[in-house]
């Protein structure tokens, strides 16, 4: 299963390079998997965070740091749909390339702190882990293309520090309650990206706002 899932991303990026280095293919076909793979990141990290909900503590709820402290608060993005839609196409691919590009760290602190999670879906939580970092280097790899070619604009990148270190507890809550911070913070930022790339899509595709 494994390595059909590798193979699957494999031929994702292979299909990818090949579309893009054809003019005659549109760029709305490009966005559309890319909106493809997006959509797929962002329900990944919405089932990992319903399974890490099942085990939660209740007083996890209560000391877990508000979203405002994720480490991608800084960047300025549209609220909602209506402001992405007054956003141009190049700032829109420029803010889900800065978002991204700001999780390959904590993606793998999340990665090798499962390792030691007091869960007992921790086995499947890891299995999702790994998958989500599969989808999240293959759909970087796509837009670094898409940016290539929408212009110099798009190919512009935030930075974003992560400085959460490895360490994300001692203790039982400890390490419950920041792993679920720092998923949630990710499943935010997700559906951030996913929400661009469909506007991005949409605009491609010349359709009218309110179908959007």
């Not at 070619?149 to 203790?171: E, H």
């Amino acid at each position: 299963m494994a390595q059909r899932k590798i193979n699957g991303n494999k031929l994702f990026m292979i299909v990818l390079y090949a579309v893009a280095a054809c003019s005659a293919v549109p760029i709305s076909d490009l966005l559309d998997r890319a909106s493809q793979r997006s959509d797929t990141l962002h329900s990944l990290s919405t089932m990992l965070t319903q399974d890490l909900d099942s085990h939660f503590p209740p007083i996890g709820r209560i000391i877990m740091p508000r979203p405002s402290m994720c480490h991608t608060s800084s960047l300025q993005t549209p609220n909602d749909k209506e402001q992405a839609l007054q956003v141009s196409e190049s700032d829109l691919m420029s803010l889900a390339r800065s978002l991204l590009q700001a999780w390959s760290d904590p993606l793998e602190v999340l990665s090798t702190s499962v390792k030691t999670l007091p869960h007992p879906a921790q086995n499947s939580i890891s299995n999702k882990l790994k998958e989500l970092q599969e989808h999240s280097k293959s759909l970087g790899d796509g837009l670094n293309i898409l940016s290539g070619k929408m212009g110099p604009a798009a190919q512009t990148i935030s930075s974003l520090p992560y400085s959460g270190g490895n360490d994300i507890g001692q203790d039982r809550i400890s390490k419950l309650t920041n792993f679920h911070f720092l998923l949630s913070c990710f499943r935010r930022d997700s559906h951030k990206i996913d929400s661009f790339l469909k506007v991005l899509r949409c605009r491609a595709a010349k359709l009218q706002p309110e179908m959007c």
